[in-house]
Every structure is written in C-alpha cells, then in structure tokens.
C-alpha cells in the first residue's frame, strides 16, 4: 500500500466508523421511496442473466450427521434444477462457499464434503471457496489444503468476473494486515480489468454493522477490511458465521459497496435484540443459499432459495400476491447513489398492523402460567417479532414480559404463534397484549385479550 493510500485510509477512519455505527448514507429517505419503487418496476421477467453462481456458508459437514450433511447435495440438484430450467442461461457457473464448511475441521469431514462436491458438481461449475473459524479447528488448514483447494486466499476469474476471497488466520486475529493490503491490491487488479462490473469478495465472518445479525457476530478485522471495499463501490460481498436468515430484508447492506450474508446449512441464529435466546425452537429447519446472477447491464440480481421447501423464499412482505418471490436487485453496483438497500429504509418504513379480525386467545392457564396465542400480524417489509404484555387488572406496570421472533424465516409461515408466559400470580386477572415489531424494532398496533389464573 502507498504511503498516500495508508494517509488516506488513516483519514478516512472517523467516517467509516460513523458509516459503520449510524449506518450513514447520503442517500435521503425521499430518493430512498422512488428507489425501492424503480426495483419493485423491474420484475424478474425483465432479468436475462448471463452469468450464474450459488453462495453459501456455514454448511457444517459432520460424520455423526448424515441426514443434514445431504442439505449439502440438495444444494447441488436444486441449483442446477433451476439453471437447466431457465429458459435462455442453462449454465450454473460457480459455486461460492464462504466458510465453515466442516463442522470441526477433521479429515474425516473433509473427505466427506469433498464426496459430495465431486459426486454432485459437473463439470463447467467452479467451486471457489474460503476456510471459516470451525475449519481451522483439528486437521485445520492441512485438511482443507490436502481435500478442498491448493490455495487459503484467492483470486479467480469466472467468466470475466473477478472472485476474491480470504481464509482467517487464527481465531483471534481472523485477518492480518498483509492480507488486507493483499485483498486491496487484487481489488484494483479487478476494477482496472473493468471498472463497471460488479466484484464478488467473500469472507467468512462479517463486517460489523452491515447485514443482519453482523452486529452479534463478526470478523475482528472489520473497520480496516471495511475501509478496503469502501474504496470500491462495485464490491458485493458475502459473508456468514452468524447462521442469520437470509431472507430477512436487512440481510441485504448497502452504503459504499453492497454486503449480503449467505445464512446456513444447518441451524438459524438471531440478532442479540429482542428476547432472551438468538436460537429460537425449530431453528434447525434451516437450509439456504444465495442464487446470484448478473446481466448483459452490469444489473445483478440475488434469489435467497429455501431448500427445505425446494422453492425460492417468498418476500416476507404483506402484498396482494402471497407467492411473490423475494428477490434483491442492485441495478447499478458500481454507483451507490443507485442503491435501494441503504438504511434510509428505516426512515421511510411504516409499522406493522393487525388485521381487524386478528386476535388472542388463552389457555392451559395455571396459577402461575398462561399459553398465548395470537394471529399473525402484517407488515410492508417484515414483521420481525412480538411483544407480549402481562398486566394485572388494576395495576399501571406490567407483570411480565416477553419477546418472540415472528418465525418469517419458516415457509410456509405460520398463521398464528404461541408461547408461554411465567411468573403470574393465582387468582389474578390479567389483560395479555401483543404487540408486533418490524425489523427495524418499529413497533404497529396490537391486541389483547383477559384471562385469571387459577386459584
């Protein structure tokens, strides 16, 4: 690096952390309206790609685990379903896979990960691939040199587009200061072969602040990797380590470059905020990817696909059309004032609502328990979770509290949830409220219902 590219990087630190921790954008929340309105024009109808390729991480290979280690080969025979489908582009280019490919980085387990790459991949597909944390762990990096790949960082070009990828170091450096000046060097390599084109980097673990989850889990080396892509605006970025949904809308970042996280294979995992466990029950009906194509315009489109329903997730926006697939659009990549992804969309996002005929009932009431269920809310991006409310009658404070995620990444999703609420009294009467919450933490309206414990 420069002396006068280190002065600027040195420079540029106060923005990016203010980038990093408001999630600054120069773009206004009125642009952000006509923005999210010019994607919504360009259907998926109107795409013909001309190139293809498949993002993941976090598949979590295990010897002991045979039935979730076919996720892996679901993966394959779905991808190439839908590329042999397609009416005009057939071909299924590349495969990315961003990290914690093994479950404790075992020979064992690398054999077994390499079976199901060499049994299910055909020819004409690259695999372009990185280690995670969970790789490094037993036969570590001489397991993933001797079965995966000959390189831990690397850059290959598919078809004219450039993939750049990093491994982590040990644990608790991730990334050293060679390979972000490597990483810096190989990205303007890219952006000089051609300065329109969309570049894919990927690592496994996150920049902190972007994508969801990424606040909970992340690369230690964030700011100074996120001060290299911030220099190179047609960066997209992969990433995963956090096993967050990805068809949660904020999974999707945009601000100097464009991130996405490539969820899991194996289990989901939560942001740390609401609720008091990031793993919610039925977290392990988990299976996804990322479909990744880009056209003839430079126009990049990213389908999150739903394994265990061997569909494309549909968007967990309340529309006229309950099939609608949810689709991420980046229409220009390499201009950011193009972006739709930006966090001017939680400025214009409304509140969640109940439909008229939503409501709450009670049961298996104890003297200190009660089960509540409630009837799903509705909302224009995503109704994230709930509150639930315990008042006794008479009393101004609450006498307990809950909060539940709203099981959006379940398909189909569920037209009512329940769950127990603790710590009441016998005898009392009480008024239940539920509450809903966007993925802004945006709360809309609610409803209630009134019960008594049992003496």
């Known amino acids: 690096m420069s002396l006068f590219s280190k002065i600027a990087a040195i420079l540029c630190l106060p923005l990016a952390l203010l980038m990093l921790v408001t999630g600054f954008s120069p773009v ?59 009416p005009t582009y057939n071909k299924l280019d590349a495969v990315v896979m961003a990290g ?44 993933y040199l001797s079965y995966i790949d000959d390189e831990l960082d690397k850059h290959v070009v598919v078809n004219g587009f450039h993939f750049i990828g990093m491994s982590p170091e040990p644990e608790d450096v991730w990334h050293t200061p060679s390979q972000l000046i490597w990483m810096d060097r190989e990205l303007r390599r890219a952006e000089a072969d051609d300065p329109e084109r969309p570049i894919f980097t990927f690592q496994h673990g996150h920049i902190w602040n972007t994508v969801y989850v990424s606040r909970s889990w992340f690369t230690q080396m964030f700011l100074p990797l996120h001060l290299v892509y911030a220099k190179y605006p047609q960066v997209i970025n992969f990433s995963g380590h956090s096993h967050g949904p990805i068809n949660n809308p904020i999974d999707i970042w945009q601000n100097s470059y464009t991130a996405l996280g490539t969820g899991t294979l194996n289990y989901f995992e939560m942001e740390r905020d609401i609720g008091d466990d990031t793993v919610p029950e039925g977290s392990g009906n988990a299976a996804q990817y990322l479909v990744v194509e880009v056209d003839a315009q430079n126009r990049v489109r990213v389908m999150p696909f739903n394994i265990l329903t061997n569909d494309f997730f549909k968007t967990p926006a309340t529309t006229d059309d309950p099939d609608k697939q949810l689709v991420y659009f980046i229409e220009a990549p390499s201009k950011p004032v193009t972006y739709a992804y930006t966090s001017a969309r939680k400025k214009t996002a409304g509140t969640p609502w109940f439909s008229e005929s939503a409501g709450v009932t009670v049961s298996d009431i104890t003297g200190e328990s009660v089960k509540v269920t409630f009837d799903r809310a509705d909302d224009d991006v995503c109704v994230y979770g709930y509150r639930i409310t315990v008042t006794e009658k008479g009393k101004l404070f609450k006498t307990a509290e809950k909060e539940v995620y709203g099981e959006y990444y379940f398909e189909p999703l569920p037209d009512t949830q329940s769950c127990v609420i603790d710590g009441l009294d016998a005898g009392k009467e009480y008024t239940v409220t539920v509450t809903a919450m966007n993925v802004w933490l945006k709360t809309g309206g609610s409803i209630s219902a009134t019960f008594k414990t049992e003496n």
């Open 100 to 143: 914690d490919i093994t479950d404790s980085g075992s020979n064992e387990e690398y054999a077994i990960l390499k079976s199901y790459i060499d049994n299910n991949m055909r020819e004409g597909t690259e695999l372009v691939s990185v280690m995670g944390n969970h790789d490094l762990h037993g036969d570590g990096r001489d397991g």
């Open 28 to 86: 206004t929340a009125l642009k952000q309206t006509a923005l999210e309105e010019r994607v919504e024009e360009l259907s998926v109808e109107e795409f013909e790609p001309v190139f293809r390729f498949v993002a993941c991480s976090d598949i979590h290979i295990n010897a002991g685990a045979p039935a979730r280690n076919e996720r892996l080969r679901m993966l394959f025979e779905t991808a190439y379903a839908y590329a042999d489908a397609h």
